[in-house]
């Protein structure tokens, strides 16, 4: 049974930092593409940032130059630094893993999800 196991969630005042990591079990995603995306109270989920086995990254025009993607092949984990954190940063994250197709932006592009974890950054 696949699973996605986020960590690293919180609550930070703007300006801060936080690092999520997301650590993948039964099954090995070393060719793979992992991605985080994040869903705010009220809205749609929304891509943030995807790491291709290669080592390419892509991040969304609304956190590029502050979140950073990582992989760590041999751990089988995404991870994302996220600096200069705003109150527009608060959502869920979710890491994602497999892609199956389609723009890396979006959902329905992945196979597997983890369950999410809050990310609350205060003004």
């Known amino acids: 049974q696949v699973q996605l196991l986020e960590s690293g969630g919180g609550l930070v005042q703007a300006g801060g930092s936080l690092r999520l990591s997301c650590l993948a079990s039964?099954?090995?995603?070393?060719?793979?593409?992992m991605a985080w995306f994040r869903q705010a109270p009220g809205k749609e989920r929304e891509y943030v940032a995807s790491?291709?086995?290669?080592?390419?990254?892509y991040y969304a025009d609304s956190v590029k130059g502050r979140f950073t993607i990582s992989r760590d092949i041999a751990k089988n984990s995404v991870y994302l630094e996220m600096d200069s954190l705003k109150p527009e940063d608060t959502a869920v994250y979710y890491c994602?893993?497999?892609?199956?197709?389609?723009?890396?932006?979006?959902?329905?592009?992945?196979?597997?999800w983890g369950q999410g974890t809050q990310v609350t950054v205060s003004s």
């Open positions: 994602a893993a497999n892609w199956v197709g389609g723009g890396l932006g979006n959902v329905d592009s992945y196979r597997y």
């Open positions: 039964g099954r090995t995603f070393s060719a793979d593409t």
């Open positions: 790491c291709l086995w290669t080592g390419l990254q």
